[in-house]
């Protein structure tokens, strides 16, 4: 059974800085692609940053310079450190693997105040 466990969320002010984390089970963490997408009210749920099994990353235009996506196998888990946090980083962050099909966490929600 595949499980994602997003943690980290909560509210902070703007140029503030957060850590969200993503403990996964029941896949082999080492070889998948791992994402954190993100989705605020009213919005499509967007990719914020991607790493592969290799370690090479990508990022939406929106964050880079601000965010790092980050993964350690050995505890099957994956981060993503948010930096200079703006009120348009507000969402609902996901983590995310493509293990068949698209799998999901619970999310956890980011909100920034001006």
């Known amino acids: 059974q595949v499980q994602l466990v997003e943690s980290g969320g909560g509210l902070v002010k703007a140029g503030g800085s957060l850590g969200l984390s993503c403990r996964a089970s029941g896949i082999i963490f080492s070889i998948s692609r791992m994402a954190w997408y993100r989705q605020a009210p009213g919005q499509q749920r967007e990719l914020v940053a991607a790493i592969t099994s290799g370690g090479s990353t990508n990022y939406a235009d929106s964050v880079k310079g601000r965010f790092t996506i980050s993964r350690d196998n050995a505890k099957n888990t994956l981060y993503l450190q948010m930096n200079n946090l703006k009120p348009e980083d507000t969402a609902v962050y996901y983590c995310?693997?493509?293990?068949?099909?698209?799998?999901w966490g619970q999310g956890t929600q980011v909100t920034v105040s001006s």
């Open positions: 995310n693997v493509f293990w068949g099909f698209d799998r």
